[in-house]
Every structure is written in structure tokens, then in C-alpha cells.
């Protein structure tokens, strides 16, 4: 991408991918950033920018290594860094990059626990992996309860929900969850019933010395991924039929509707819904909902399918995070005989987990 003046200096051009974007005069307008029209030390602007002459020109403009120098016809004068001006136009158009896994992971993201992790570069090694593969694992940390949630506050902030700040999982007789058996969990995400529906898992392994108990973990995207190439017709499916996703016990009623593969506007993977015990498929013509059955069916059978799936056992002290919009975990079944196993789990949302992340980027890629 490149920034060019026009001959006649009153116009700004982009050079992108082929194609010549002329800068409109008040998006670069409403960006100047002299302290007279923003605030220094909140960033935030001081007038309302509907206020602006909507027949607003550029008078004059010239482009200096740089330095973009602009004159407009309401008489403000601003310089600008082409760079900065370059960055801006990039997060317009950048997309998510992530890397796509399967059951044939060689390297899986595991960390060594350190007191200060995530306020230094570490933390945001950290923060930068968990984005690229939808989960990391943090080996070492101390085997106290409740430890979670200062370790979850220090990624964000702790999302309490009707089960409480944290939930233990550990097998029960009087049962809220089936998590809170000794049955075994298919691949699953957490709560698609809640609105918002938490972004972030965190699982912390205090105890687990039984037979089985296995976590498993599986890339939703890559699954995703996989059928829109091979299954075109049932991933067309999966990303359109909207299901209804509950959660009722004597005191809750929770209720969200949402796709198996949500997409965004770009057509870009947004959130992976999959919870086959609280899901309730909506009442639609009788074939499409055959191949939506169909194709619901391969896909919870390539989630728990070796091709995509990890499996492997969390250790005490261990702590595994999860982006709850992409990766699904389960487990195995296990047996108390000879063993204990004890984890506590909680949710964290994403944007403060983001904003971390581009705060330590800031701090330390500069
Ligand atoms: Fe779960």
C-alpha cells in the first residue's frame, strides 16, 4: 500500500491491491489530531464531528518523506505520518490470521508458569499464542484452590455466572451439569445459552491421580475449515440454521439462539457453537432439516474424531485456557477408585484479554 498526492494537490490516493481509493476529506478531517480538536491525555475528541462542513475539500496537501501536510478549505492546517495514516487504513482491512490445527499438532503451546507471566514479554508470547491456536497450557502453576481467579484477573476480569465466580469440576452425587459426573464429555463448548456467551475458559488442574480423565481438545475452525471445503452444502447449513441453545434448572432459565459456525460479514469464522446436550434444532422443512441432521452429525463426529481431536492429561498445577468461540474440549470418562481428580474452571470475556494483549504490544514491539 502506498500514498500518493494528485497533480493537482487536492486530492489524497491509496494504492491498494490494484485499486485507487481517494481519501475523503473528512475521514482524514475528523482525524487531526492537534490538541485543539482532541484531547491529549484522554485521545478523545473535543467537538462533534457531524459538526464538520459535509462540503469539507482538501486545499491543499503535500507529502514530505513522512510527513503528510494538509490545508482544508475550513482552514485547519494538520500534519499527519503516512505511517500512521498507512496503519489506520490497515485495520480496515486486516483479517484475523490464525494458525489451523488438527489431531497431528507437533508443537502444542505450553508455557512454564513465572509469578509476573503476563505483565512482561512472556505475557505476551502468551496472549499472541493463545489467539494463534484458541488455547495454550500453563505448566507449574501453584496447586492452591481458588488460585484461578487471580490468575483469570490477571488475564481480564472474572465473568461470574449462576454457577458462581469459579466451578469446581469434580464428580458429585446431586448434579447441576453433567461436567460434574464421572461421564465422559464429547467435544463440547461452554454456555452457548448465555448472552454473551463467555469468550474465554480457563481450567485450572488441582488433583487428577484418577484412572481416565483425559482432556481432549479439538480447533473448531479447523473443522470448520474442513467442511467448507469437502461438504460444501452441509457447512452451508451448519452456517445458517440458527438453534436454540437452554439451560434450565429450578431457579435458571437461560436461552440463546445461534449457528453451529457463526461467520462474519466477511464470511470469516466467528464462533463455533456445539453443545449436542442443551441444543434444540428448529422446526424447519422436513428435507433441510434431514441434511442439517446429516451434517450436524459429521461435524460433532469430526470433532471428536482422531483426525482433529488432542487428548491428553492435565498434570496438577497445570492451567489451560481456551478461546470458548473456536476450541472445544471434553473428556474421558474416569474412575475414583484408585484416584481423586479436582479442576476449577471460570470464564474471562475477550476484550480485556485483547486489550492486554495490544497494551504489552504496544509496551514492547515499539
Ligand atoms: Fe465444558
Not at 150 to 169: C, D, E, H, Q, Y
Not at 231 to 241: A, C, D, I, P, R
Not at 273 to 280: A, F, G, T, V
Request: aromatic letters at 12%; charged letters at 30%.
Amino acid at each position: 500500500m502506498r500514498i500518493e498526492i494528485a497533480k493537482n494537490h487536492k486530492k489524497i490516493i491509496i494504492f491498494l491491491d490494484n485499486r485507487n481509493i481517494e481519501i475523503h476529506p473528512l475521514w482524514l478531517r475528523e482525524r487531526v489530531n492537534n490538541s485543539e480538536f482532541l484531547d491529549r491525555a484522554t485521545g478523545q475528541r473535543l467537538y462533534d464531528p457531524s459538526s464538520l462542513d459535509q462540503k469539507l475539500k482538501i486545499k491543499k496537501a503535500l507529502i514530505k518523506k513522512n510527513n503528510l501536510r494538509v490545508e482544508f478549505t475550513d482552514g485547519v492546517h494538520s500534519d499527519f505520518k503516512v505511517n500512521d495514516i498507512i496503519g489506520e487504513i490497515h485495520k480496515n482491512i486486516e483479517k484475523k490470521k490464525y494458525f489451523l490445527w488438527t489431531g497431528k499438532i507437533k508443537r502444542r503451546p505450553i508455557f512454564n508458569y513465572k509469578f509476573d507471566i503476563i505483565e512482561n514479554k512472556k505475557g505476551l508470547n502468551l496472549l499472541e499464542t493463545f489467539y494463534n491456536y484458541g488455547f495454550v497450557i500453563l505448566r507449574s502453576t501453584p496447586k492452591k484452590k481458588n488460585f484461578i481467579l487471580s490468575f483469570a484477573n490477571s488475564l481480564g476480569i472474572v465473568r461470574p455466572t449462576n454457577f458462581g465466580k469459579l466451578f469446581n469440576v469434580k464428580s458429585k452425587k446431586k448434579v447441576s451439569d453433567l461436567a460434574y459426573t464421572s461421564h465422559a464429555l464429547p467435544a463440547h463448548t461452554d454456555n452457548p445459552y448465555r448472552k454473551p456467551i463467555p469468550g474465554i475458559q480457563i481450567l485450572h488442574c488441582i488433583k487428577n491421580s484418577s484412572d481416565g480423565g483425559y482432556s481432549t481438545l479439538t480447533d473448531g475452525f479447523s473443522v470448520a475449515n474442513y467442511m467448507q471445503k469437502k461438504y460444501k452444502n452441509y457447512f452451508k447449513l451448519l452456517t445458517s440454521v440458527k438453534i436454540r441453545f437452554t439451560y434450565v434448572s429450578s431457579k435458571t432459565i437461560l436461552e440463546n439462539w445461534g449457528e453451529t459456525i457463526e461467520l462474519d460479514k466477511k464470511g470469516m469464522f466467528k464462533s463455533i457453537r456445539l453443545s449436542p446436550r442443551l441444543d434444540y434444532v428448529p422446526i424447519i422443512k422436513k428435507d433441510k432439516l434431514h441434511q442439517f441432521y446429516k451434517a450436524r452429525s459429521l461435524f460433532i463426529k469430526l470433532c471428536n474424531s482422531k483426525k482433529f481431536m488432542i487428548k491428553f492429561k492435565l498434570r496438577p498445577g497445570d492451567i489451560m485456557i481456551m478461546d470458548n468461540h473456536r476450541t472445544l474440549h471434553g473428556r474421558t470418562s474416569y474412575s475414583l477408585k484408585n484416584g481423586e481428580r479436582h479442576l476449577q474452571g471460570c470464564y474471562i470475556d475477550h476484550d480485556l484479554a485483547e486489550s492486554k494483549m495490544k497494551h504489552l504490544k504496544r509496551k514492547f514491539k515499539k
